[in-house]
C-alpha cells in the first residue's frame, strides 16, 4: 500500500521558516516525481512545487519561488520542503503527493500557520 | 498561465440524481484534464485522469469527458458517500492549476 506522511508543519511567525518532511513508502521513490500542493483554510488547492525522480529538476508556483527549495533523499525514501521568507499567505494544510503532474496518492497533510 | 473555471461552484441533488460538473480551461489543454474528489478533513483523491480515464477503484458511475477547453465530470447516480468537493486539474504545463471547486450538498 502506497503511504505518505507529512510532518514539520506548525506555527511559526512572519519571516520565519520551517521545514516540512514527507516519508514515502509502499512504491518505487527514486523512480518517482513528486509534488506539494497545499490548500488555505477554507480555499481550493493550490500547486505548490514538484521534483524530479532523481532530484535533478524542480519546479515551484510563482508565489513560492526563491523562498521554497524543494529536495529529496532516495536513500532514505524521504522528501523536504524548506520554507523561507514566510508570510500569512503561505499559512495552509501542505500535502505531499505522487506523481509529476498527476497525483494518484496523498498524504493526510501537515498544517502550516503563520501568525505573531 | 492556465486559468481553469469551474461551474457552479455549488449544486443541491439528491440520492440518485445525475450530476454533471463543468470546467473549462482559458486555454486548450488537450484532454490534460484531471478530476479529484475531496471530503471534508481528508486529502483529495484522483478520480480521473487525461479527461476521460477512470482510476483504480473509483466506481464506474463516475465519467470525465470533453476536449480542447471545455470538460466534464458525471455522476450517474449520486450516492450518499459522493457529496463532496469536487476540483478540476489542468495537467498540461507548468504552473499546474486547479479550477475553484464544486461542493455537491444534499438537498
Known amino acids: 500500500e502506497e503511504q505518505l506522511l507529512e510532518s514539520g508543519g506548525g506555527l511559526v511567525q512572519p519571516g520565519g521558516s520551517l521545514r516540512l518532511s514527507c516519508a514515502a513508502s509502499?512504491?518505487?521513490?527514486?523512480?518517482?516525481?513528486m509534488t506539494w500542493v497545499r490548500q488555505a483554510p477554507g480555499k481550493g488547492l493550490e500547486w505548490v512545487s514538484s521534483i524530479t525522480g532523481s532530484g535533478g529538476s524542480t519546479y515551484y508556483a510563482d508565489s513560492v519561488t526563491g523562498r521554497f527549495t524543494f529536495s529529496r533523499d532516495n536513500s532514505k525514501n524521504t522528501l523536504s520542503l524548506q520554507m523561507n521568507n514566510l508570510t500569512a499567505d503561505d499559512t495552509a494544510m501542505y500535502y505531499c503527493?505522487?506523481?509529476?503532474?498527476?497525483?494518484?496518492?496523498w498524504g493526510q497533510g501537515t498544517l502550516v500557520t503563520v501568525s505573531s | 498561465d492556465i486559468q481553469m473555471t469551474q461551474s457552479p461552484s455549488s449544486l443541491s441533488a439528491s440520492v440518485g440524481d445525475r450530476v454533471t460538473i463543468t470546467c473549462r480551461a482559458s486555454?486548450?489543454?488537450?484532454?490534460?484534464l484531471n478530476w479529484y474528489q475531496q471530503k471534508p478533513g481528508k486529502a483529495p483523491k484522483l478520480l480521473i485522469y487525461a479527461a476521460s480515464s477512470l482510476q483504480r477503484g473509483v466506481p464506474s458511475r463516475f465519467s470525465g469527458s470533453g476536449s480542447g477547453t471545455d470538460y466534464t465530470l458525471t455522476i450517474s447516480s449520486l450516492q450518499p458517500e459522493d457529496f463532496a468537493t469536487y476540483y478540476c486539474?489542468?495537467?498540461?504545463?507548468?504552473?499546474?492549476?486547479f479550477g475553484g471547486g464544486t461542493t455537491v450538498e444534499i438537498k
Open positions: 509502499g512504491f518505487t521513490f527514486r523512480t518517482s516525481a
Open positions: 486539474q489542468q495537467s498540461y504545463t507548468n504552473p499546474l492549476s
Open positions: 503527493t505522487k506523481g509529476a503532474k498527476t497525483w494518484d496518492s
Open positions: 486555454q486548450t489543454i488537450n484532454t490534460f
